[in-house]
T-cell receptor
Framework: KNEVEQSPQNLTAQEGEFITINCSYSVGISALHWLQQHPGGGIVSLFMLSSGKKKHGRLIATINIQEKHSSLHITASHPRDSAVYICAVSPGGSNYKLTFGKGTLLTVNP | EAGVAQSPRYKIIEKRQSVAFWCNPISGHATLYWYQQILGQGPKLLIQFQNNGVVDDSQLPKDRFSAERLKGVDSTLKIQPAKLEDSAVYLC???FGLGETQYFGPGTRLLVL
């Protein structure tokens, strides 16, 4: 069982829909990261959070440390949001190595 | 601010050949990472440098992979000899320091035939 599990693996939505991608982890962490990867492109860091909620434009990330769960929400989705969204965790202490989930492929149709 | 640069963007080689990838991190970033991302999976850390020293290379297949960051800036990752299962995207990332936000390059897509 992977230390970081994402759901769903694939998600197709219509433009304008509200999107939720989930991430569950099984280890203690110091921070959780949400990353975006476009086809053929590099990875962009969206959020790094250790508690509560962060918002950037139409993107919102939340984390519940007790439940070891995080969600990434996209409001008013747009075709340009189509990408792979990856959840990663860093264990903390002196270990900063990221453990990545397999990613969620999001396709937003016009 | 310039991002993380990588070259080449694409490389096709035959098995048993050698290949090298280059990474130029964001100026001032002390920490540099090399990741391997196989299709359909999340990235896997191969090696992590802090300046020119290795912090973690526990998942680097040292019989065929090597990496260096001699002057604490640019880095190269080499595979010699390549195997079919090395086909993947090789991502370089850098951060200001340990535990800081990582900035990723565009990656090098390697296909081993």
């Amino acid at each position: 069982k992977n230390e970081v599990e994402q759901s769903p693996q694939n998600l197709t939505a219509q433009e304008g829909e509200f999107i939720t991608i989930n991430c569950s982890y099984s280890v203690g962490i110091s921070a959780l990261h949400w990353l975006q990867q476009h086809p053929g492109g590099g990875i962009v860091s969206l959020f790094m959070l250790s508690s509560g909620k962060k918002k950037h434009g139409r993107l919102i990330a939340t984390i519940n440390i007790q439940e070891k769960h995080s969600s990434l929400h996209i409001t008013a989705s747009h075709p340009r949001d189509s990408a792979v969204y990856i959840c990663a965790v860093s264990p903390g202490g002196s270990n900063y190595k990221l453990t990545f989930g397999k990613g969620t492929l999001l396709t937003v149709n016009p | 601010e310039a991002g993380v640069a990588q070259s080449p963007r694409y490389k096709i080689i035959e098995k048993r050949q050698s290949v090298a990838f280059w990474c130029n991190p964001i100026s001032g970033h002390a920490t540099l990472y090399w990741y391997q991302q196989i299709l359909g999976q999340g990235p896997k850390l191969l090696i992590q440098f802090q300046n020119n020293g290795v912090v973690d290379d526990s998942q680097l297949p040292k019989d065929r992979f090597s990496a260096e960051r001699l002057k604490g800036v640019d880095s190269t990752l080499k595979i010699q000899p390549a195997k079919l299962e090395d086909s993947a995207v090789y991502l370089c990332a850098s951060s200001f320091g340990l535990g800081e936000t990582q900035y990723f390059g565009p990656g090098t897509r390697l296909l081993v035939l």
